[in-house]
């Protein structure tokens, strides 16, 4: 189990938080994801494509700075609504790459690199480069990962929940807003060390759980957290063994398969989103209690399902509340039966 040592690094985490923070020194050179981006200055405008990079924005008092987001999974959260009232959505799934340009953006915020990368589907980072508009991908869907391998990237080595931390840190770098950074990062360290405590001593050492994240038909095989990626990692935090061990960051893996592992416990997306039918979390619920396979599995005659926003399962600010949220379900099982 991990939790010793998660707690612990959160705790050194909130030590060195309490540092007084150094304005930014323009220009601003940061290496991010294999490439070399320089600001003269903190944008004045800024586009986001993804929700976590949005959120991570609004939770540092950015929402003034964006004048358009794109690829949501589900609603904003309440305490942004006042931010995020009168900021175009240019789309909600991948937007394209003339509606970004066209805000006039000095600052993309990426949150996957399939989006913006190599082969990305929006563009690449020299697309961007070439007009002269910085971006920034978030560190935890490029560091030790590669995106060309699976459909949403294959992990080379498992997440680290540091990435997120140095997403938001370096977020407040290039717009100098340091001191909000640190305030963030100490809250967030403190919600990961609360969710440890949650589970301390509860006995899940011998405890299971399979995510689902979505499925682009019922009747075929789901979309299911990889054993590398961020699902996994709040899994282990919490002493939980993830039944899936692709490295792949959401593979394709059969009913029947999962059903043989049998899971302890199953953790499916909730999303406010509708590709695919499986996006309703309510149809997840239906399969799994109509399917001849899936309803003999013990998760689902014991009711061990526990429902996550799918931005809880993304490496985001929500990943900290969803950590508590199954760190709190998790408690409140009765796993004799």
């Not at 609504?81 to 959505?89: D, L, P, T, V």
């Not at 100098?176 to 809250?187: I, M, T, W």
């Not at 939980?240 to 009913?255: A, F, K, M």
Request: proline share 5%.
């Amino acid at each position: 189990m991990l939790l010793p040592r998660v707690v612990a690094l959160a705790t050194g985490l909130g030590l060195c938080s309490v540092a007084q923070a150094a304005p930014t020194q323009y220009p601003l050179t940061l290496q991010n994801c294999g490439s070399t981006q320089t600001f003269a200055h903190a944008p004045a405008r800024a586009v986001t494509i993804g929700q976590a990079g949005t959120e991570m924005l609004f939770a540092l008092g950015l929402g003034d700075k964006l004048v358009g987001t794109s690829l949501w999974f589900n609603d904003v959260l309440p305490q942004y609504q006042a931010q995020n009232a009168g900021i175009e959505r240019l789309a909600d799934n991948e937007p394209s790459f003339e509606s970004v340009i066209g805000k006039r953006p000095e600052l993309v915020a990426v949150e996957l690199e399939w989006v913006v990368g190599p082969q990305g589907v929006v563009a690449t980072r020299e697309q961007f480069d070439e007009l002269k508009i910085a971006t920034y991908l978030m560190p935890s869907d490029c560091e030790s990962k590669d995106n060309l391998v699976g459909a949403d990237g294959t992990r080379l080595a498992p997440f680290r929940i540091d990435s997120i931390y140095q997403s938001i840190t370096q977020l407040a770098q290039i717009f100098d807003v340091q001191e909000r950074a640190q305030q963030l990062n100490a809250q967030l360290q403190a919600s990961l060390a609360k969710s440890v405590a949650t589970v301390q001593n509860k006995d899940l050492k011998d405890t299971s759980a399979l995510v689902w994240f979505s499925s682009a038909s019922l009747d075929i095989d789901p979309y299911v957290a990889g054993h590398k990626g961020i699902p996994d990692f709040m899994l282990n935090t919490l002493g939980v063994r993830n039944v899936v061990e692709s490295d792949e960051e959401w593979p394709s893996v059969g009913w029947e398969t999962i059903a043989k592992a049998n899971p302890t416990f199953l953790v499916i997306a909730r999303m406010d989103r509708r590709r695919f039918p499986a996006d309703d979390y309510q149809k997840k619920l239906e399969f799994l209690r109509s399917d001849p396979v899936t309803r003999n599995m013990d998760a689902v005659k014991h009711n061990r399902i526990i429902v996550l926003d799918a931005m809880a399962l993304q490496a985001s600010v929500r990943m900290f509340e969803g950590l508590e949220t199954l760190a709190t379900a998790l408690n409140s099982y009765d796993l004799a039966q």
